[in-house]
């Protein structure tokens, strides 16, 4: 195993570059096409398409598309009750962090006679997805169930692959229950997508899509959000990653756990640790060679290390300047005092400060959400939150006091685009004897 | 001029999908085809395909793709004193509006050394677009630059079309002045997004690009979202459409005066009125008659009425169903006690509540923003706002105690999710003794 070792001093502004590029995602134009074409099958068919692309794709016949209400009771039979416990306690503290960043109405006078406001609203029908690929999710049902809970929507669809006997992970339906999710279908894939964007007899139509997936998944995702007719998403998605910054004083062990865990999500992981100190980059190297020994999905760890650097900076505040400019969806600061450091963490997904804050903490029970912006969508995108789930929308409130302060000033924008019809419409209520 | 009458009670089920349907926006393959071209040769050719472009469709030969300093001057005097002061009077309550709705961060202890909160950053650099079709929009630059603004984003790039003398228009740069935006380049259409996504020599690359347009520049906007290195777009942007909601009491003059105020932006403009008062929808009829009869722009309400209705409803709660199913950019409620029917209003963009708060305050200078979800998407999609140019970074720091708390949880997850380096990065840390 190697994990290429860079000094970013002695870098020109290409291999500087060359280093923050991630592996790219595989969404080439053959997944686009494959895509587009479970997406008008599903279209077409309904029903009797996922049935079809699920014996093609899952090599599963399912009969009933919808999980039946007794599988939530078997699913809970066959959670451990540790597991159980923990999957309570996550959602409890998950919905705890995402109840405190709710956004709020509000309704101000900006002018005598016009008040003006905001109402929120959740978005009426949702649809999540959790993927099951390489191991069921249980935790992104907590994760998108939670904030679609929190706020109100009406309808909340999830739906997840089948396993080999044709059944939703025990795990997942778990979650799902745990919130308030009854609508839970036994599809993966594209097909899933386009079933909760444009319905089939089963599926219902949603407004708004969540959750990861694999290429295909993440392509339908997108072409569902370009067409007019289909339905809103909740970012682009890409493989995972995470940037840590090791101060002299870091602990390599934690360090190489926290590099490993992010590469065993996948070949296409990327992981970046920067750090001002050779002694760290040394002990780290040596750190991630032991672990990799004793851990079982270490092929692929191994694929994704070797898209990964051990970057060594001048100062922390040059880390800081990288891990700005690649805005990594986790960001760990193993930093003597990383309270102080946060100001200059301008793009990022999650942070996770301090020794003792595994990104795997933030992934499963911290309270933060996992679904973050990857692939450097960081600089323009959040991750999910309860806002996700809502819309706002903006009321004004007009007396005839209020169209006399400010139904002038419009006439005169009116005038000046040229809209007329703009300048009658205040104008004409201005000429009123009464206004 | 005829606008279809229709009545809601007497239509099947696809009768009144038929009613709801939009005129379509011109966004077809060719559309696409020609943005993806222009996309293609700014990115290859940079400043000198901006110059080209702007040759061939907009007739112009632009030397300084940058507006020049002393131009902003100029444009302040070729301004009256009173759109001047509309103007800035209109900035003041925007702004006064849109920091009322800021986010804020938190930070919470959601378990015993497990603190979890959220900040706010500023997304580096926006890029702007304001339309000069028809006419100039010196009202769009102010709502999307006042909330960059408020945002506090360190770059805000704004392009608008030349017009015939080679320069922007002036109530445009004075509006950009106003918001403090300082790089403003000559440059419309795709050409215009192309450059704002990618970079040219001139005009600097954005995260995220804003703004309205016509349907070359939507296809653009389109096309550099779904590029992973592109930027991020504001919202699915279409034709501007009203619904007005109006009782027996109405005013027939307001309400025609308002249909025709939206009309008039276009061709593909759609205006709906839905009432329970067959008098009111005949006194319509007859008013939009009479008002048209003195409208410069005729010709384009014409065209944009025909493909509108006026929907007789069996009582208001009906007419707030079709609003919902609908989810109009603008309702206007022209209702007797119109604050009591909010709750009923699940999706739209902004709603104008009483008989003297016509669109176009909400347009210029109620304090509201004007980019507003169009063609359905304010079933998931919000106004523009404060938010719109900020993204939100969880983070999480946890003490030993705190990991202590919850590790052993998260180290349960990840097992059931079958992620051993994920389990490991915890109880790594759970071991050692002074843990």
Redesign the interface.
Known sequence: MTVRRVDWMALDEAEREAVLQRP??A?DATVRVAAARVIDQVRADGDAALRALTRRYDQVEIDAIQVAPDAFLAARQAVSD??Y???V??RD?IA??HR??M?EG?D?E??PG?R?G??I?P??RVGLYVPAG??????TALMLGVPAMLAGCRDVVLCSPPRPDGGVDP?VLVAAQLCGIEKVFRVGGAQAIAAMAYGTGTVPRC??LFGPGNAYVTAAK?AVA?D?GG??IDM?A?PSEVLVIADSGADP??VA??L??Q???GPDSQVLLLSDSVEILDAVTIELER?LAT???AEL?VQALSSSRLVRVRDLDQAFDISNRYAPEHLILALRE??GW?DR?????????????????????????HVLPT?????????V?V?SFQ??????????E??RA?????????????????????T??LARGD?
């Open positions: 790219t995602m969404l540790a597991l416990e923990a999957l306690a996550a503290r705890t962090y405190a960043g956004a509000f101000i900006t002018a016009v003006c905001r109402v609203r978005i009426g390489s191991a069921p999710l249980p935790s795990a407004d708004k997108q370009q007019a339905a809103a682009p890409g062990e934690f756990a926290d490993l865990s590469a065993e999500h672990q851990l079982p999905r760890a990383p309270e946060l963490v301008q793009a990022a997904g999650s942070v996770f400060l301090g020794d003792f804050a595994p990104e795997a903490l933030g992934d499963y029970n911290s309270g933060t959400n692939g450097g969508a960081a600089r323009a995108y959040s991750g939150s806002s819309t706002t929308i903006s009321v004004q409130s007009v007396s005839r209020g169209l400010i139904g002038p000033g419009a006439a005169e924008m009116a005038r000046a685009e040229r809209l007329v019809a703009h300048e009658r419409a205040v004409r209520r206004a």
